[in-house]
């Protein structure tokens, strides 16, 4: 009689990426408090969307995010047809999406922008830092993809009513409020001592300090955004998440933005990337992958 194999196979460098995005986005999710967004406590400025719907369609996407890193392998370098193939995975993961919330957009910039790092990270997997991941993003983002329809979309209303600069300007520009903002703040409250919780607020509060978040501009426009990011500033100023008078500042930013039914999505997708980011620089069972 053969004895029974229970070993697991070993995950692929494609299978691993997908599970690691997943989980930043369902990291994302859990963390509370956070400002007028979905959390643990409630469903912040939100009427359509609540805990278990962003968890199932954190789960949903993760055949597209593994799809991305299998094609970034298969087609090996920075190109159209490369764009063009993550840029239909991407649709086909935005239905799977919709289909799982009925029709709530919950994730669809978060898409977007883990989608591009999953492939910019499975596309030199020895090469996994930040700045390298991201930079190989930022090319992908600028290439066109011929197939892409471009719809009259919120963040496509407040660029012509504002000149802000949306998702797709942050990952051409290589994920500036990532890289200057929400990484940094991470690792500096890490340093601090501020307890890992505690730490990825602070870099959602750091993110959303400077981002042109066309989710808040659409919803409260100007001042919504201001709100925002002098209100994000303040928790910092006061002392972080870590501290009584940070937390009294980030209780008030909520009760703020709820107010104004401005919800930072843009940012909490931003602070998902971070998450990923700094996984994939860090993973162990990633750096057995191949
Ligand atoms: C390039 C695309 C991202 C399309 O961009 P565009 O700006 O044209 O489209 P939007 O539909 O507005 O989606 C952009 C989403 O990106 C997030 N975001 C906002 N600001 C920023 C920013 N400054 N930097 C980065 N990311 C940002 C944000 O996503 C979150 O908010 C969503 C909810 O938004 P919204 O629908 O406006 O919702 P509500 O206000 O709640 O609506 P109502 O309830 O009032 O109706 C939530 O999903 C979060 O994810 C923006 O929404 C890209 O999507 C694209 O071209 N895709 C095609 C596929 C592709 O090529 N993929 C490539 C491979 S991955
Ligand atoms: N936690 C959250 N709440 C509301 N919108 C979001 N978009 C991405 N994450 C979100």
Redesign the pocket.
């Known amino acids: 009689m053969r004895a029974l194999n229970l070993q697991a196979k070993p995950l692929s460098l494609a299978e691993r990426l997908a599970d690691l995005a997943v989980d930043a986005l369902i990291d994302e999710a859990d963390l509370s408090p956070k400002p007028a967004l979905v959390d643990r406590r409630g469903n912040g ?5 609540h805990l278990g719907l962003m968890h199932a369609s954190a789960l949903s996407l993760w055949p ?1 995010f593994k799809e ?1 890193a299998d094609a970034a392998l298969a087609i090996g370098g920075i190109n159209p047809a490369l ?1 063009e193939h ?6 086909e ?2 239905q799977a ?1 919709l289909a799982t919330t009925q029709g ?13 790092l ?2 910019a990270a499975a596309l030199e997997p020895t090469s996994r830092r930040a700045s390298e991941v991201t930079l190989r993003a930022a090319r ?2 600028l290439l066109d ?1 011929r197939y ?4 009259l ?7 012509l009513r504002y000149g ?8 051409q520009l290589g ?1 500036p ?1 990532v890289m200057q903002r929400g990484l940094p703040q991470l690792q500096r409250s890490r340093v601090q001592g501020h307890g890992e919780q505690n730490a990825r607020l602070d870099a959602l509060l750091a993110i959303m300090t400077g ?9 409260a426009g100007e001042q919504g955004l201001h709100t925002m990011q002098s209100g994000a500033q303040a928790v910092l100023d006061a002392g972080g998440s870590a501290s009584l008078a940070g937390r009294r500042r980030l209780h008030e930013l909520d009760q703020q933005l709820i107010a104004l039914n401005a ?1 930072p ?6 602070l998902a ?1 971070t998450l990923l980011l700094d996984r994939i620089e860090h993973d162990g069972i990633l750096q057995g992958a191949f």
């Open positions: 400025a939100h009427t359509d969307l597209a991305m764009r993550i840029g239909r995975i991407g649709r993961g935005e999406m709530v957009n919950t994730h669809r910039g978060a898409i977007w922008a883990l989608g591009l999953v492939t992908l983002a993809d892409a329809p471009r719809p979309s919120h963040g496509a209303q407040v660029a802000a600069r949306g998702a797709r300007e942050e990952a994920f409020a981002l042109a978040d066309t989710c808040v501009l659409y919803r919800s999505g843009g940012a909490a997708d931003l990337a």
